[in-house]
């Protein structure tokens, strides 16, 4: 319990969460520099095509769907290098669909009807993912996204273990995520209504034993054991950079209490942080989950390939104001964590007071 406890937290919002009280002039100003940005940001929106706002993205998740029964078939060979053919196109397909998919979903970013959108939520965070919908939009688009960095709300602290020591948590425990995840799905349930718990629990059912069922009868794996265990490898393939690159974008930046905390331009701009762009994780992941962070916490419902496309104006204008856009790359995030692991992942982080935000 503890466990799941850790993992995934379901902190509710406070009922009077005041802002700090602030000049009106700062206010203001920090709200015109929002609004301009947005008027920039929406020109370009406005000039983009469908195919750039969503087809370029959906197609990319489409493939993945048309190459699955690829890599099912791969499985079948009794041949060294086909197999693990087989095991990587499973492994990509399967966190581009749960992550990239997964996650554009819950922004609402995979089509402009709202109906398809919480159709599309559903399939891919119930059926695909084996996660809960309604407790995935409320701990990532209203916590994560509304409280960034702000302590008890949305500061990740879904991702800390604390009782687990530096290479434990960074190397092996990614591995249990295929498991965790439905574990702690189930523990959720009791805070949904009854037929929505009914309803996730036949999705997450369907998309196990789908998975579960084309193994033994397409791969043509002999034991339950067996087709079990690649279901975990496949379903892990990913899973080390996925918990790396959640707690690197956010963990060790400046973080506030509710009462204190910036305006959303600065809490943004102070607590998100973007990776160097990868091939990999840009097809698995997104643009806006690697590259372009800043870009989706500033405009969280936009797709991946209209951050990419926005990233340029957003990080000039950040930058002509004199405003934070934190850049890092992979290695150097990793270093970071492994050396301050105790003072990142174990203590509680300092908060951070700003004065007069220039």
Not at 7 to 36: H, I, S, V
Not at 266 to 283: C, E, K
């Amino acid at each position: 319990q503890l466990l799941l406890q850790s993992l995934f937290p379901t902190p509710f919002l406070p009922p009077c969460a005041k802002e700090e009280a602030e000049p009106p002039e700062e206010g203001r100003r920090e709200e015109a520099l929002m609004g301009e940005l947005s008027e920039l940001v929406q020109q370009v929106v406005k000039r983009s095509s469908w195919w750039e706002r969503h087809g370029i993205d959906d197609s990319i998740i489409a493939l993945n769907f048309l190459i699955l029964p690829a890599g099912f078939l791969c499985l079948r060979s009794d041949n060294a290098l086909p197999f693990l053919l087989g095991i990587f196109i499973l492994g990509i397909v399967h966190h581009t669909v749960t992550v990239k998919g997964s996650h554009l979903a819950s922004h609402n970013a995979l089509t402009e009807s709202k109906s398809w959108g919480k159709v599309w939520a559903i399939f891919f965070l119930e059926v695909c993912s084996a996660f809960t919908a309604e407790q995935a939009y409320y701990n990532h688009v209203k916590l994560h996204h509304g409280y960034t960095n702000v302590i008890k709300l949305g500061d990740s602290s879904t991702w800390k273990l604390p009782f687990l020591n530096r290479y434990v948590y960074m190397f092996i425990a990614p591995i249990a995520i295929p498991i965790l995840t439905p574990l702690v799905a189930l523990g959720l349930l009791k805070d949904v209504e009854l037929k929505t718990a009914l309803r996730t629990l036949c999705c997450m059912f369907l998309g196990l034993y789908s998975h579960y069922w084309l193994l033994v009868n397409v791969s043509g794996f002999q034991s339950v054991w067996s087709a079990l265990i690649c279901m975990l490898i496949t379903r892990s393939l990913l899973a080390h950079p996925y918990i790396h690159v959640n707690i690197f974008q956010h963990i060790g930046l400046p973080m506030f209490s509710a009462d204190k905390k910036p305006k959303r331009i600065h809490l943004m701009s102070l607590g998100v942080l973007n990776l160097p762009r990868n091939a990999l994780l840009d097809w698995s992941f997104g643009h806006s989950i690697i590259s372009c962070h800043v870009e989706h916490h500033l405009f969280p419902n936009l797709s991946d390939n209209m951050c990419l496309k926005i990233k340029p104006i957003v990080s000039q204008y950040l930058k002509k104001k004199k405003l934070p856009y934190n850049e890092d790359s992979y290695m150097s995030r990793l270093q970071l964590f492994l050396h301050g692991y105790e003072e990142l992942m174990v203590n509680a982080p300092p908060i951070t007071e700003l004065v007069g935000i220039q």
